[in-house]
């Protein structure tokens, strides 16, 4: 999974569950909302959930259940950035570049990038912004970069 978050929300990067048909639809709702021609949008994705009004969006997880606000206009704006990023990755294989980075720092220090430390499969990374869950079964690590990323499937 790559993801792209944000400091200004929490766990934001699970937004990047949205394909882009779902997030140019959104896009095109939240700014309905923003303009006043709808008076509020409820999205998101299964972990991540979003009630937008015209000026403020409170989001949450699905397991807790604080709410905070984060400016709407400041959400859209997260949200062309994620569409930005996933076209990227689609038109000129991005992705392989940022997981191969991913792949190859995990792989010189496991530990130091482990998502949980009751799991030896996720492992979990940022790098300029980008955030990275990476699965690797212990037969990966004897893969080079270009043997891991040869065998990756995208889905976006």
């Not at 409820?42 to 259940?65: I, P």
């Not at 689609?90 to 496991?110: E, H, M």
């Given at each position: ?83 930005k990023f ?67 499937a995208?889905?976006?």
């Open positions: 999974m790559v993801g792209v978050g944000t400091p200004e929300m929490e766990q934001a990067s699970d937004l990047s569950d949205m394909g882009l048909s779902e997030i140019t639809n959104t896009l095109a709702e939240l700014n309905a909302v923003i303009e006043g021609q709808l008076d509020y949008l409820d999205w998101g994705t299964d972990l991540f959930y979003v009630s937008s009004e015209a000026t403020v969006s409170n989001y949450g997880r699905y397991d807790k259940a604080e709410r905070p606000q984060v400016p709407t206009i400041g959400l859209r704006n997260f949200l062309i950035e994620l569409k996933k076209e990227q990755c689609l038109t000129k294989d991005y992705y392989k570049v940022i997981i191969g980075q991913a792949f190859t720092a995990i792989k010189a220090n496991p530990l130091q990038y482990k998502r949980w430390t009751t799991s030896d499969l996720y492992y979990l990374i940022t790098l300029n912004n980008i955030t990275i869950t990476l699965v690797l079964e212990p037969d990966d690590f004897d893969l080079s970069v270009g043997q891991y990323i040869t065998q990756l995208r889905s976006f």
